[in-house]
């Protein structure tokens, strides 16, 4: 599937412009300052991708919320927001000592129910009572939106064809704009978002767009430095310290860089805490 970004900073499909419904210009943060390095991944919650672009243009979105495009579940794609304008899909955000992510990241979100509801013999709805009829069963790593908060409960897969278009529009935007680092909105905006949730195999994604620079599975290294290890906001001594992880710590490796590696951080539970970077010396 052949992506590319033209001079214009918009979205073009084997070298024609994909549809533009344009998100107003009060629904945007105006020109990046700087050329952000990280892409956020989210689901709109939503029926359909056009529906969405809808509501970014709407006068009753008192959020004015907004992004840079949105994949639906076919795999089509709609531009809402130039790459070269912050988009709207952030909101209050924190990761890795940075904040305010609308004027840091680019975002895709993925037209997506996102968590279901349970009904009647273990079936699984919308909140719009849509029925999902094989629904992913998982509970959220950072705690279901609703109570059972530790059981699995349903959310709605992504489709190959809706996957291999985010794929394809990520790899778009680290040939373009170099970025090196994508997170999910339930990352930086914990406890608060849920998306995109775990059916979105953030692992799996991270790898095919940053192809060797991104870690295969689910495996887990081991802090090994009596002093500690000092977790980072970026791949080097000179970006700043995050905290400083205990000699045992176990991290999760996503993405690699020369000698550093990005992580999560895990709890006893297995359960990734934060994530930043870590000189991988002292791992084992
Ligand atoms: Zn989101």
Known sequence: MGFTINTRHRLEQDGRAVERIASPAA???????????????HFTYGASARSSASWFQDPDNRSKSSAHVVVDRDGAVIQCVDFDTAANHAGQSSWGGLTS???????????NWGYLKPGPGGSWTSYTNVPIASPFLAAHKNGNPYRPSDAPIGWEPYSPEQMATAVAIARALAAKYGVDTILGHDDIARGRKWDPGPAFDMARFRNQVLGDRAIDGPNTLTVRSPTGLNLRQGAGTEFAMIEQLADGTQVAPIEQRGNWLFVNVLDEEGVAQKSGW?????LA
């Not at 629904?27 to 991944?41: D, K, N, R, V």
């Not at 870590?278 to 002292?282: L, N, Q, R, S, T």
Request: charged share 5%; proline share 3%; aromatic share 12%.
């Open 101 to 111: 992510f609308n004027n840091k990241s680019f975002g895709i979100e993925l037209a």
């Open 27 to 41: 629904h945007t943060g105006g020109t990046f300052g700087q050329t952000p390095h990280i892409l956020i991944m």
């Open 278 to 282: 870590v000189h991988g010396a002292f």
